[in-house]
Protein backbone atom coordinates (compact mmCIF):
# COMPACT_ATOMS: atom_id res chain seq x y z
CA UNK A 1 0.00 0.00 0.00
CA UNK A 2 1.47 3.47 -1.23
CA UNK A 3 2.18 5.35 2.18
CA UNK A 4 1.81 9.28 2.66
CA UNK A 5 3.06 11.28 -0.32
CA UNK A 6 4.94 14.60 -0.62
CA UNK A 7 5.89 16.63 -3.60
CA UNK A 8 8.39 18.22 -4.11
CA UNK A 9 11.10 16.34 -2.32
CA UNK A 10 13.33 19.55 -2.84
CA UNK A 11 12.64 22.97 -3.39
CA UNK A 12 14.83 25.90 -4.06
CA UNK A 13 13.91 28.99 -4.71
CA UNK A 14 14.46 32.71 -3.82
CA UNK A 15 12.59 35.44 -1.25
CA UNK A 16 9.40 36.05 -2.60
CA UNK A 17 8.34 33.62 -4.59
CA UNK A 18 4.97 31.45 -3.94
CA UNK A 19 5.57 27.92 -2.71
CA UNK A 20 3.29 25.36 -2.76
CA UNK A 21 3.93 21.99 -1.23
CA UNK A 22 1.38 18.93 -2.14
CA UNK A 23 0.77 15.82 0.42
CA UNK A 24 -1.64 12.18 -0.73
CA UNK A 25 -2.54 10.90 2.84
CA UNK A 26 -3.09 7.40 3.25
CA UNK A 27 -6.49 6.33 1.73
CA UNK A 28 -9.07 6.29 4.42
CA UNK A 29 -7.57 8.15 6.70
CA UNK A 30 -9.45 10.88 8.27
CA UNK A 31 -6.92 12.93 9.83
CA UNK A 32 -4.14 14.78 8.33
CA UNK A 33 -1.06 16.92 9.38
CA UNK A 34 1.49 19.35 8.53
CA UNK A 35 4.86 19.68 10.52
CA UNK A 36 7.64 21.75 10.16
CA UNK A 37 11.08 20.50 11.21
CA UNK A 38 14.12 22.71 11.91
CA UNK A 39 17.12 22.48 13.86
CA UNK A 40 16.10 24.92 16.48
CA UNK A 41 12.42 24.22 17.20
CA UNK A 42 12.64 20.84 16.00
CA UNK A 43 9.14 19.33 14.55
CA UNK A 44 6.24 21.66 14.95
CA UNK A 45 2.51 21.31 14.15
CA UNK A 46 1.78 24.04 11.40
CA UNK A 47 -2.20 22.59 11.19
CA UNK A 48 -4.69 20.08 11.19
CA UNK A 49 -7.54 18.87 9.00
CA UNK A 50 -10.07 16.15 9.85
CA UNK A 51 -12.57 15.33 7.23
CA UNK A 52 -10.77 17.93 4.91
CA UNK A 53 -11.98 20.82 7.60
CA UNK A 54 -9.32 22.55 8.90
CA UNK A 55 -9.34 22.10 12.93
CA UNK A 56 -6.34 23.78 14.76
CA UNK A 57 -4.38 26.05 12.76
CA UNK A 58 -2.63 27.82 15.59
CA UNK A 59 0.67 26.89 14.59
CA UNK A 60 0.85 28.59 11.48
CA UNK A 61 3.32 31.03 11.83
CA UNK A 62 2.11 34.08 10.15
CA UNK A 63 -0.40 35.25 7.33
CA UNK A 64 2.00 33.90 4.78
CA UNK A 65 1.17 30.45 5.28
CA UNK A 66 -1.77 29.14 4.21
CA UNK A 67 -2.92 25.16 3.82
CA UNK A 68 -5.92 23.50 1.77
CA UNK A 69 -7.12 20.37 1.94
CA UNK A 70 -10.26 20.22 -0.83
CA UNK A 71 -10.84 16.29 -1.12
CA UNK A 72 -9.93 13.64 1.38
CA UNK A 73 -6.94 12.56 -1.10
CA UNK A 74 -4.65 15.93 -1.24
CA UNK A 75 -4.00 18.95 0.49
CA UNK A 76 -1.50 22.05 -0.26
CA UNK A 77 0.70 23.73 1.94
CA UNK A 78 1.31 27.40 0.43
CA UNK A 79 3.54 30.17 1.56
CA UNK A 80 3.79 33.49 -0.27
CA UNK A 81 6.07 35.59 0.04
CA UNK A 82 8.85 33.15 1.08
CA UNK A 83 11.23 33.92 3.24
CA UNK A 84 14.82 32.41 3.81
CA UNK A 85 13.33 31.82 7.59
CA UNK A 86 10.74 29.30 6.00
CA UNK A 87 13.60 27.06 5.18
CA UNK A 88 12.76 23.85 6.61
CA UNK A 89 11.66 20.70 6.21
CA UNK A 90 7.97 20.33 5.70
CA UNK A 91 5.99 17.06 6.67
CA UNK A 92 2.74 15.81 5.60
CA UNK A 93 1.30 13.15 8.18
CA UNK A 94 -2.19 11.48 8.22
CA UNK A 95 -3.66 9.08 10.93
CA UNK A 96 -6.84 7.16 11.19
CA UNK A 97 -8.42 7.45 14.79
CA UNK A 98 -10.28 4.64 16.04
CA UNK A 99 -9.65 4.21 19.59
CA UNK A 100 -6.86 2.58 20.66
CA UNK A 101 -5.06 3.72 17.42
CA UNK A 102 -5.28 6.89 18.21
CA UNK A 103 -2.81 9.04 17.43
CA UNK A 104 -0.58 6.76 14.99
CA UNK A 105 0.86 8.85 12.68
CA UNK A 106 1.97 8.04 9.34
CA UNK A 107 4.18 10.57 7.67
CA UNK A 108 5.59 11.23 4.41
CA UNK A 109 9.41 11.60 3.45
CA UNK A 110 9.29 15.24 3.48
CA UNK A 111 9.56 18.13 1.21
CA UNK A 112 12.80 20.34 1.65
CA UNK A 113 12.82 24.34 1.12
CA UNK A 114 15.37 26.49 0.86
CA UNK A 115 14.89 29.70 0.25
CA UNK A 116 17.51 31.54 -0.58
CA UNK B 1 8.23 24.55 29.79
CA UNK B 2 8.62 21.88 27.34
CA UNK B 3 5.75 19.27 27.40
CA UNK B 4 8.41 16.30 26.05
CA UNK B 5 11.68 17.06 27.02
CA UNK B 6 14.74 14.60 25.55
CA UNK B 7 17.68 16.02 27.44
CA UNK B 8 20.25 14.11 24.76
CA UNK B 9 20.93 15.94 21.94
CA UNK B 10 23.16 12.83 20.64
CA UNK B 11 24.69 10.04 21.81
CA UNK B 12 27.60 8.03 20.34
CA UNK B 13 27.84 4.46 20.64
CA UNK B 14 29.59 1.37 19.45
CA UNK B 15 27.47 -1.43 18.10
CA UNK B 16 26.78 -4.18 20.52
CA UNK B 17 26.47 -1.36 23.27
CA UNK B 18 23.40 -1.07 24.91
CA UNK B 19 21.58 2.53 25.00
CA UNK B 20 19.05 4.40 26.77
CA UNK B 21 17.28 7.69 25.26
CA UNK B 22 15.58 9.41 27.76
CA UNK B 23 12.31 11.34 27.89
CA UNK B 24 10.34 13.57 30.17
CA UNK B 25 6.85 14.71 30.18
CA UNK B 26 5.01 16.93 31.47
CA UNK B 27 1.28 17.14 31.46
CA UNK B 28 -2.19 17.88 33.12
CA UNK B 29 -4.45 15.16 31.75
CA UNK B 30 -4.61 11.82 33.79
CA UNK B 31 -5.34 10.23 30.67
CA UNK B 32 -2.84 10.77 28.02
CA UNK B 33 -0.53 8.79 25.20
CA UNK B 34 3.50 8.53 24.81
CA UNK B 35 4.99 7.73 21.94
CA UNK B 36 8.23 6.94 20.02
CA UNK B 37 9.28 7.48 16.34
CA UNK B 38 12.48 6.65 14.63
CA UNK B 39 13.89 9.47 12.26
CA UNK B 40 16.61 7.26 9.44
CA UNK B 41 18.72 9.40 7.46
CA UNK B 42 16.34 9.08 4.81
CA UNK B 43 13.46 11.25 6.82
CA UNK B 44 10.91 9.90 7.04
CA UNK B 45 9.29 9.52 10.62
CA UNK B 46 8.21 6.06 11.31
CA UNK B 47 6.37 5.05 14.63
CA UNK B 48 7.74 2.69 16.69
CA UNK B 49 5.33 2.34 19.99
CA UNK B 50 2.47 3.59 21.30
CA UNK B 51 1.78 3.83 25.28
CA UNK B 52 -1.34 5.07 27.34
CA UNK B 53 -1.17 6.14 30.67
CA UNK B 54 -2.76 3.46 32.38
CA UNK B 55 -0.47 0.98 31.65
CA UNK B 56 2.79 1.13 32.97
CA UNK B 57 3.99 -2.11 32.52
CA UNK B 58 7.22 -2.24 30.55
CA UNK B 59 7.32 -3.63 26.76
CA UNK B 60 9.89 -5.44 24.83
CA UNK B 61 10.11 -5.77 21.07
CA UNK B 62 13.18 -7.34 20.02
CA UNK B 63 16.08 -5.48 20.81
CA UNK B 64 14.17 -2.50 22.20
CA UNK B 65 12.38 -2.05 25.63
CA UNK B 66 10.33 0.79 27.13
CA UNK B 67 10.33 1.70 30.08
CA UNK B 68 6.84 3.89 31.50
CA UNK B 69 7.39 5.20 34.80
CA UNK B 70 4.50 7.59 35.91
CA UNK B 71 6.20 8.67 39.26
CA UNK B 72 8.95 10.00 37.48
CA UNK B 73 6.97 11.60 33.95
CA UNK B 74 9.56 9.19 32.31
CA UNK B 75 9.22 7.50 29.21
CA UNK B 76 12.47 5.83 28.20
CA UNK B 77 13.64 3.38 25.43
CA UNK B 78 16.35 1.04 25.77
CA UNK B 79 17.69 -0.17 22.59
CA UNK B 80 20.01 -3.40 23.44
CA UNK B 81 23.09 -4.73 21.75
CA UNK B 82 22.65 -1.84 18.97
CA UNK B 83 23.65 -1.90 15.14
CA UNK B 84 24.65 0.20 12.46
CA UNK B 85 20.78 0.32 11.19
CA UNK B 86 19.97 1.83 14.34
CA UNK B 87 21.64 5.01 13.34
CA UNK B 88 19.36 7.90 13.60
CA UNK B 89 16.76 10.60 15.19
CA UNK B 90 14.25 9.37 17.54
CA UNK B 91 11.48 11.43 18.48
CA UNK B 92 9.48 11.28 22.06
CA UNK B 93 5.70 12.56 22.01
CA UNK B 94 2.73 13.03 23.57
CA UNK B 95 -1.26 13.17 22.93
CA UNK B 96 -3.60 14.41 25.69
CA UNK B 97 -7.17 14.26 26.37
CA UNK B 98 -6.96 18.12 26.31
CA UNK B 99 -6.86 17.99 22.83
CA UNK B 100 -8.56 14.94 21.78
CA UNK B 101 -6.05 13.09 21.20
CA UNK B 102 -5.61 14.94 17.89
CA UNK B 103 -2.02 16.34 18.33
CA UNK B 104 1.31 15.28 19.31
CA UNK B 105 3.60 17.07 20.51
CA UNK B 106 7.25 15.89 19.97
CA UNK B 107 10.25 16.47 21.90
CA UNK B 108 13.18 17.84 20.23
CA UNK B 109 14.84 14.08 19.26
CA UNK B 110 17.79 12.68 20.43
CA UNK B 111 20.50 11.80 17.55
CA UNK B 112 21.51 8.13 18.13
CA UNK B 113 24.86 7.04 15.87
CA UNK B 114 25.83 3.55 16.41
CA UNK B 115 29.33 3.03 14.87
CA UNK B 116 31.17 -0.28 13.72
Known amino acids: DAGVIQSPRHEVTEMGQEVTLRCKPI?????LFWYRQTMMRGLELLIY????????DSGMPEDRFSAKMPNASFSTLKIQPSEPRDSAVYFC??????????????FGEGSRLTVL | AQKVTQAQTEISVVEKEDVTLDCVYETRDTTYYLFWYKQPPSGELVFLIRRNSFDEQNEISGRYSWNFQKSTSSFNFTITASQVVDSAVYFCALSEAGSGYSTLTFGKGTMLLVSP
Open chain 1, 93 to 106: ASSLFTGGRSGELF
Open chain 1, 49 to 56: FNNNVPID
Open chain 1, 27 to 31: SGHDY
